[in-house]
């Protein structure tokens, strides 16, 4: 009997595993807007040197999360009022899109699994476990476009609130979690059990101009610039 050789997993490249990590620190507010990238520090902390380093800048300049200055290095990209309206103006449109694509493409098998993560966002919003509520959350938007299997929807969207992740990831560790948005998830639920499109693109759409004007709000006090 001949036994196929073991499959090799390769490692992660050293500038993809550097990349990951601080798009990450800048996502949950580890490196603030408008900070400057320590290089010496991050490649001590990555355990790396600075050329794999330096890549994962400019990937994530391509992103639009930092900033390459010539001669000055590398700051993380400011958050703007314009630039946060524009993303969510598209996200508002995507999500709805995927709801109500959902309702009438959707097995009973993924219905259901939206159905668990809503539970557990319940349960989390119960027990004010902001950490818990944030990620079931995002996760729940995120699969809610994933079970369109539409990829191109999902790269789009994915793409997107990785910018509003971090915005939205300071209000919501800044603030109590809002029941209103509950009750959003509810009706937003509902509406996809009950498998009514139009309901459901509704309701999504409402749910995140509601987002979106309690984010604007706050970074609108806090002196974000509207440029």
Known sequence: MNLAPPTMLRPEPLHLLATNQLRSMIIDGGLAPGSSIDERQLCEQFGTSR???REALKIL????LIELLPRRGAIVSRLSLRDLREKFA???VLEAHAASSICASATDEQIEALEAIHKQLLAAHRKRNAAAYF???ERFHREVVAATGNR???DMHSTLVVHLRRARFTVVSAHTMLPQFVKDHERI???IVSRKADLAAQEFAKHQSAIEQETISYFTQHGTEDV
Do not use: C, H, I
Not at 61 to 64: K, L, Q, R, W
């Open 51 to 53: 050329t794999p380093l």
């Open 61 to 64: 300049a391509s992103e639009g």
């Open 90 to 92: 598209v996200v508002r």
């Open 135 to 137: 990620e079931l959350n």
């Open 152 to 154: 191109t929807l999902m």
């Open 189 to 191: 639920m509902k509406a």
